[in-house]
């Protein structure tokens, strides 16, 4: 099996530029109409952001990622994982999940999603609608997995971050990765996340956390989104999968039991 997607190759050939010195301060903070208590400038924010992304035709993203385990009789664990995905819209996606308790490659082609558990080498074929947006939902309903990073893959970003909020803040500009950033706050029923939104030429998200209030020790997830590309050149191939030399197709629950299995 060719390999999946040079993801550093393709990252490589576009850049984002930011700015040399961060904005000024932010002006006294203004409410957005209506009932949410959520600041203008946070929302201008993240509508910006949702705008750039969701007028992308094709994206490449690197991403580091860390969450919480609150495992039954054991002390709170910290696990990583390393993302790669590619984007084209309206129908093509692509990404690996490498770390400590996933490895996992998805392909989706507008027609079928597969999914390879690189560790078991076992993978599972869905039938899945021909848009991203629906794709995605339809293989979050069949395995019960949510991904946070998902929803800066949906074609209307904003809603998908900001439907559930209760209130939201501006907090300035603080770094992330040598990168300077707006640093928002908001909070749900159920959860509070905030997000660091680059300063530069393009208000590309760059780090989201968040901690899951309602559930027992609030466990946390953590992701930082390292390198884009807005201007990849996805082949199409890239989004085509071929089962590696050996590898077992399974039913979905057979692979979904082999995930719970891990260490």
């Excluded at 819209?89 to 400590?100: F, I, K, V, Y």
């Excluded at 080498?121 to 947006?133: A, G, H, L, Q, W």
């Excluded at 293989?139 to 893959?153: E, K, S």
């Amino acid at each position: 099996m060719k390999p999946l997607v040079p993801f550093a190759a393709i990252l490589l050939l576009g850049g984002v530029g930011f700015a040399q010195e961060p904005p000024p301060p932010p002006v006294e903070a203004q409410l957005v109409p209506g009932a949410r208590l959520v600041e203008r400038r946070a929302d201008e924010l993240v509508r910006k952001m949702s705008d750039l992304l969701t007028s992308s035709k094709a994206f490449a993203l690197e991403a580091e990622e860390v969450y919480d385990e609150l495992p039954e009789d054991l002390p709170r664990t910290q696990l990583a994982s390393r993302r790669h995905i590619l984007l084209r819209r309206p129908d093509r996606l692509a990404g690996t999940t490498a770390g400590d308790a996933v490895n996992r490659s998805v392909w989706y082609d507008g027609k079928t999603m597969s999914v390879l558990d690189d560790a078991q080498n076992v993978y599972v074929r869905m039938d899945v609608p021909p848009t991203i947006d629906a794709a995605i939902d339809t293989a979050l309903d069949r395995t019960g997995m949510v991904i946070p990073l998902a929803d800066f893959l949906y074609s209307d970003v904003y809603d998908r971050l900001m439907g559930s909020v209760h209130r939201g803040v501006y907090l300035g500009i603080h770094d992330v990765a040598g990168i300077p950033c707006h640093h928002l706050s908001f909070e749900q029923e159920t959860i509070d996340w905030q997000l660091w939104i680059d300063a530069g030429l393009q208000p590309l998200p760059r780090k989201l956390v968040i901690a899951y209030k309602t559930e027992d020790g609030v466990p946390q997830y953590e992701v930082t989104i390292r390198k884009w590309n807005l201007a990849a050149q996805v082949p199409e191939e890239m989004f085509q999968f071929q089962p590696p030399a050996g590898a077992r197709k399974v039913e979905l629950p057979v692979l979904l039991a082999a995930e719970e299995r891990k260490p």
